[in-house]
Nanobody, 117 residues
């Protein structure tokens, strides 16, 4: 069983920055992808960014150039650096871990990000 613990959400003004962290604990296999998803009120959950076990990244068009995903394999932790935040970035952000060998997904509890003046 894997537990994902997220931190770093909060209230920030437009143009500001936040850094989200997600630490995985439990039985961790060597090959896994991690990512960040978000869900705003009245909308479906969408992919924000993902990173493979070897560091290959992919971003949603809406966040390219503003957000950066990274990981520390020694700590089983993934980060999301969010810069130049906009009001439309307001959502609950969820951390995801996927074991490639098992095709098994785990999700964090979600952390609220609110961008408002």
């Amino acid at each position: 069983q894997v537990e994902l613990v997220e931190s770093g959400g909060g209230l920030v003004q437009p143009g500001g920055s936040l850094r989200l962290s997600c630490a995985a604990s439990g039985t961790i296999f060597s090959v896994y992808n991690m990512g960040w998803y978000r869900q705003a009120p009245g909308k479906q959950r969408e992919l924000v960014a993902r990173i493979t076990t070897r560091g290959f990244t992919d971003y949603a068009d809406s966040v390219k150039g503003r957000f950066t995903i990274s990981r520390d394999n020694a700590k089983n932790t993934v980060y999301l650096q969010m810069n130049s935040l906009k009001a439309e970035d307001t959502a609950v952000y969820y951390c995801n871990l996927k074991f490639l060998t098992l095709s098994t997904d785990y999700w964090g509890q979600g952390t609220q990000v609110t961008v408002s003046s």
